[in-house]
């Protein structure tokens, strides 16, 4: 035992009070001493670190045999982390019934394994179990594990679990439900759930308020989190939600500029005056999808003016639109009729349908 808190403390630099320089290395050699000596949290810890290649070379299949000798000993029913462990190997491996199978005896030997849970719950949420259930039941079942290893404090699970609410995959959509479970994976620096809480703030769907300054800080809160899956398109929606909030802010002040100078017919002279002859209103949400914040500038004064500039602003684009597809209809039929004197067959072909937040479960699957 001696051994495997040496191993952990040149590990992570730091155990029971003491820190010295992290030495993986070191850490890798005390570990397999330890797990030779047969302590069975050294063992998991060793296949561990050889699936992932930290202190020694990565070699998954001696990792997958350390992680199999410490479920079967070490304490009267294995370790479960050991289990755990083994059951996530199969499933990055591909290999489903086989990582149900460990994951179940990970629960059994020890009910409440949040890491168990969790990927359990990836699992059916991906409709790979081998127990026979439908995919709409393997989706419920998901939610149910995700919330067990959520309020065990999974930060991974909180963050599947809020996609799923998002989604309204295997529960029922709940918008507000999905934010608090981001805000709190988020507070914990779990950077696609800074992310996904940014785009939900920027939205203001399904009784969230709109937050744009705090959405930007959440964008830049991922950007900064080295989260792979999140960071472009966070970095993105950042630096495009700054910008379209100070070019908002500046056109903003230049209408009420132009109010208070008497261009509504009569001087004002506050503040409030202005906004209320100039018919200004709070700005709503750009429509977007995947967090981007994207408006034109012509669009912008739209979201600050009454109605009577925004129905004209809105007349001017619709009649724009429509010389647009007459054009485009034309150009159709001229490639139409060159394909059919080459006698090329004609081929399917529609406009796309705008974006969405969040797609339907059969676009997520």
Request: glycine fraction near 12%; proline fraction near 3%.
């Amino acid at each position: 035992m001696k051994l495997y808190q040496l191993s952990l403390l040149y590990l992570y630099g730091h155990e029971g009070g003491v820190s010295v320089s992290r030495a993986p290395a070191t850490a890798a050699s005390l570990m397999r001493r330890a797990a030779e000596a047969g302590y069975a949290p050294a063992q998991t810890a060793l296949g561990s670190m050889l699936l992932d290649g930290v202190g020694v070379k990565q070699d998954r299949r001696a990792g997958r045999r350390w992680l199999e000798t410490a479920a079967e000993g070490g304490a009267r029913s294995g370790d479960p982390n050991a289990m755990w462990l083994r059951g996530a190997e199969s499933l990055r491996s591909g290999d489903a019934a086989d990582g149900e199978k460990w994951l179940r005896r990970a629960l059994d030997a020890r009910a409440g394994h949040e890491g168990a849970m969790f990927a359990l719950g990836l699992l059916y949420e991906y409709g790979r179990s081998a127990g026979g259930l439908s995919k709409e039941a393997q989706a419920a079942e998901a939610v149910s594990l995700y919330r067990r290893a959520a309020a065990a404090g999974h930060a991974d699970a909180a963050y599947h679990l809020a996609l799923c609410l998002l989604y309204g995959r295997g529960v029922q959509q709940s918008m507000p439900e999905a934010a608090g479970l981001l805000q709190r994976a988020a507070g914990e620096g779990h950077g696609a759930a800074a992310f996904w809480l940014g785009t939900v703030l920027m939205q203001g769907r399904g009784g969230v308020e709109v937050d744009y300054d705090r959405s930007r800080a959440l964008f830049e809160q991922a950007a900064a989190s080295g989260d792979k899956r999140v960071v472009e398109q966070a970095r993105r929606a950042a630096a495009d939600l700054k910008d379209l909030l100070e070019r908002a802010r500046s056109r903003r002040q230049e209408v009420i500029g132009w109010v208070r100078a008497g261009g509504v017919g009569r001087e004002t002279r506050s503040q409030e005056e202005a906004e209320e002859a100039a018919g200004l209103r709070p700005m709503a949400a750009p429509a977007t999808a995947d967090g981007q914040a994207e408006a034109s500038a012509a669009g912008e004064l739209e979201w600050h003016l009454g109605p009577d500039a925004a129905a004209e602003r809105s007349r001017r684009r619709e009649a724009s639109a429509a010389k647009r597809r007459k054009l485009g209809d034309a150009l159709a039929r001229a490639r139409a009729e060159e394909r059919g004197r080459l006698g090329i067959p004609p081929q399917p072909h529609g406009r796309n349908r705008a974006g969405e937040l969040f797609p339907s479960t059969s676009e997520r699957d």
